[in-house]
């Protein structure tokens, strides 16, 4: 089974630590006298010996997060890829990495873990070490569960390797699994402190990702329909509301501030990967600019997204079209531009070194496109994106930008750069906490839930008036706008189907998933004439775009194939597992 291969690396751990530098706060130990022997001797030790799980293991899942939490989902368009058809199989790479990566994580924080134990340092800091581990662990077997359904629980890679059981592993009810998460998050917050320093994991990062995987918990057993368990979404509530009322997180002002390199370690994300652009280790650095950006965008000749992007179905959701004209386009919802490139979109925060051609410091979308001589490095000459719009969100802008605001103070590099991803912010949890007020009802006039919700709505909609109620269809087109391009819309369907499998599939049918046709003759004039004429004949969404062929198997991911060649109890019927009297901690 492949994941077993990274009880191994793991296990390895005892020669070699794979770490990385972020300034202070990720400090990795000196490479060429590290071994686990002669370290977790002192505070600072343990503190070093855990930063690397803040990013390192997750590299791989970086494309899968994407993929998976946003192309299957609808969000955003990739060409023909199998995420857009919902017709991944089980030899696809990327999958393989996805899990490879998840399966790292809990590998090395399992090994961690029990270093940290007997570690000679003070016990708040090994607590609080401790602490991170089980978190980080707990988020990993999150993606886990919500992807692949029933999998294996890794309690100890050590027990594991000394029984021999790595090479029989069973899988594991998805409910259980989802107590198993609970029951590592509850022992991370007895561990954590109640104020970490920013962008650590504390007590509040944990309880807030207890209260989402109450969430989902409360589905799991109705079998595609029927009532979500209250006792789960009574649970789901009180720590989100805990989170809420008592962390003294808030969220940032402006909504598009929390995505930008200098607001790595903002006190609004209570989990993030902090990566860096340390070219000295692979797989410590960010790398979804190349896959999302434009080709031209930095220096670097990194990038090579530019033919895919945020999908019409999600530019719809915002209640914009790539034909709308950008003279005159409503266009009330700050999270749309901080979300998708558009016509006519202007950025201050990205190419503050560079002048358009309206005297504005900053990066114009269309000049971009079009003046591929006196604006920047170069554009593509030509729009590339099908669907009119390009990502904007996990994008850091060009070798100035990273050189001015990352606060690593390392310059970017082809495909490394130090921009923070966002995996569990506080707008998250105030959503959490409105839909499971909410309940199995369709609406609630709750005053708490409905302040959650307009907490989050207002400050990306100035306008919006404080409602008087709120529905379950508002918090779920909420979610859409404000997580998009996060990777979590996908298992927001998972958690869906969990008990409302007709309303999941009927919902990813009725998509527009494709291509628009013509939008490049309409932007070019407009560029060149400023003038927007729409030949509806010429300019128009591809209407016979077929529609994905959603069942009920198509919100579980196969486990990749060299994982069941290594072990065939993956292909048998899950056990059912009492985490609570087998395992501990």
């Not at 962390?247 to 993030?272: H, I, K, P, W």
């Not at 965008?297 to 530019?306: A, H, K, N, P, S």
């Not at 004039?525 to 128009?540: F, G, I, L, R």
């Not at 290594?566 to 501990?584: E, I, M, W």
Request: charged share 20%; net charge negative.
């Amino acid at each position: 089974m492949k994941h077993i291969k990274y009880l191994y690396i793991a296990f390895a751990f005892t020669g070699a630590i794979l770490t990385t530098s972020c300034g202070d706060f990720l400090d990795r130990p000196a490479e060429d006298s590290y071994n686990a022997g002669n370290f977790y001797k002192d505070d600072s030790q343990c503190v070093q010996g855990v930063n690397y799980l803040y990013n390192s293991p997750w590299y791989d899942f970086q494309r899968g997060f994407i993929k998976v939490g946003e192309v299957m989902s609808g969000n955003y368009y990739w060409g023909s890829s199998p995420y857009m058809t919902l017709t991944v199989n089980s030899t696809d790479a990327d999958l393989m990495n996805m899990s490879n990566s998840l399966w790292a994580v809990i590998g090395h924080a399992n090994t961690v873990y029990n270093y940290l134990k007997n570690a000679s340092a003070s016990q708040s800091v090994k607590n609080q070490c401790m602490g991170e581990c089980l978190a980080w662990k707990a988020m990993a077997y999150f993606f886990l569960v919500r992807s692949f359904g029933d999998v294996p629980i890794v309690h100890d890679n050590s027990t594991m390797l000394a029984d021999g059981s790595y090479s029989n592993v069973s899988r594991v009810q998805k409910s259980d699994v989802y107590d198993y998460i609970i029951m590592t998050l509850e022992k991370a917050m007895e561990l954590l402190p109640k104020a970490g320093n920013p962008g650590r994991i504390d007590y509040y990062s944990a309880e807030g990702l207890l209260a989402k995987v109450y969430l989902y918990k409360s589905g799991v057993n109705a079998n595609g329909h029927g009532q979500r368990n209250s006792d789960d979404l009574n649970k789901a509530a009180s720590y989100a509301k805990d989170v809420i009322e008592h962390s003294g997180r808030t969220l940032m002002a402006n909504y598009s501030d929390v995505f930008r390199l200098q607001n790595a370690l903002n006190r609004e994300c209570l989990f993030s990967w902090l990566w860096t652009a340390d070219t000295s280790i692979w797989t410590v650095q960010n790398t979804l600019q190349s896959d999302l950006a434009m080709q031209g965008f930095d220096e670097f000749g990194d990038c090579w997204g530019g033919y895919s992007g945020p999908s019409v179905d999600l530019q719809e959701a915002f209640g914009v079209s790539p034909l709308d004209d950008p003279a005159t386009r409503t266009d009330v919802d700050e999270r749309r531009k901080a979300t998708m490139m558009m016509a006519g979109d202007f950025y201050d925060y990205f190419w503050e070194d560079k002048t358009d051609e309206q005297g504005r410091k900053g990066f114009n979308f269309l000049q971009f496109l079009y003046d591929s001589n006196g604006y920047g490095s170069g554009g593509p000459g030509t729009l590339q994106s099908a669907t009119g719009v390009n990502s904007v969100k996990h994008l850091y802008g060009d070798a100035y930008d990273h050189k001015t605001h990352a606060v690593d103070g390392i310059s970017a590099s082809n495909m490394h750069s130090s921009l923070a991803t966002p995996v569990l912010r506080l707008s998250d949890v105030y959503l959490v906490y409105a839909e499971a007020v909410i309940g199995n009802n369709n609406s609630t006039t709750d005053a708490s839930a409905i302040d959650a919700f307009y907490k989050v709505r207002s400050r990306a909609i100035k306008s919006a008036a404080r409602p008087t109620s709120i529905t379950w269809n508002d918090v779920w087109k909420e979610r859409r706008l404000e997580l998009a391009m996060e990777g979590d819309r996908w298992y927001d369907f998972v958690r869906r189907s969990y008990y409302d499998m007709s309303g999941a599939t009927n919902e990813l049918k009725q998509q527009k998933r494709g291509a628009y046709y013509g939008l490049n003759t309409l932007y070019k004039n407009y560029y060149e004439s400023k003038s927007w004429n729409v030949d509806a004949s010429t300019m128009h969404y591809a209407t016979e775009t077929l529609a994905p062929n959603v069942s009920e198997q198509t919100f579980t991911l196969p486990f990749p194939s060299q994982d069941v060649v290594f072990n065939g109890n993956l292909q048998k019927t899950p056990v059912h597992v009492d985490v609570r009297s087998t395992y501990a901690y």
